[in-house]
């Protein structure tokens, strides 16, 4: 419903960051077949493979406190390459299908959005209850409703919002 920016300088602006995404793909897994580390599917394993990702949210968390372009990039592109590498070992492990897994929670935060001002404006008060102040603006451009946290800036999901099951992408869980 919305993988298709309204405006072309949005596609064309990153239309190399998708291409290169699978190149990276490849490439780590690359890197975990060498080292070994999709050997190891043990819950340690998965742990150690954790800790990197931590190591390198820190890193990239302290590029920006540094306000360094290059380590906040260097930080953003490791997170990937380690979260990735937590995925192969998930699909290793447990034969997960993580394209369908990544296409079902993309269009489910998207879903986040809601098409209708009613079911935008039902929110207000559902999180006024809650204590969590929020704002609905609408996005002309995708013709969607935006509920937005007033504080922390976080897109906060509309009443009618549905979680995405993800266990279909596990075999061995249908």
Known sequence: MFHTPPHKAAVNKYAGVWASMSVLWADTLAFNRINGQLQDLTKEGFKKQLGFIQSE???LAEGLESDD???QLDGCIDVLVT???YMQRMAEAYGCDLAQAAELVGANNLSKFPTSMEVAMQSVPYYKAKGIPVEVKVNEAYNVWVVRN???GKVMKPVDYVSVDLSKCFPTLQ
């Open 69 to 71: 372009k290059v380590e």
């Open 150 to 152: 007033t504080e922390t």
């Open 57 to 59: 949210l820190q890193e």
């Open 83 to 85: 979260t990735m590498g």
